[in-house]
């Protein structure tokens, strides 16, 4: 199965979904991708440089394997969309089964 969210400002993933996680990863992706002038900003003027970069290290799409009908996952992880814009957006996300 292959689950993808249209757009290059968020990002499909896994992890198991705790506060301290819920935390760390936004923490993570400040020091590794902070707000701030980008290059993209100089061109569109809209802020979200870093949103894009963000969506290029977690990536827009993940396969997970399918076992009975059901996504194999692990005990805590779950499958995760995380928006990295700076304004709401409407996201679309799609699954699509292989084989199918």
Do not use: C
């Not at 949103?51 to 396969?63: A, D, E, F, K, N």
């Amino acid at each position: 199965m292959t689950v993808s969210v249209v757009g290059s400002t968020a990002g499909i993933t896994t992890m198991e979904y705790e506060p301290g996680l819920v935390k760390d990863i936004p923490e993570m992706l400040d020091k590794i991708a902070p707000e701030g002038r980008y290059h993209h900003d100089d061109t569109w003027h809209d802020g979200n440089g870093h949103s894009h970069l963000r969506s290029s290290l977690i990536g827009t799409s993940q396969t997970f394997p399918v076992l009975d009908g059901k996504a194999a996952l692990g005990t805590w992880q779950q499958v995760i969309l995380i928006d990295f814009d700076n304004r709401s957006r409407r996201r679309q996300v799609i699954l699509q089964f292989l084989g199918q």
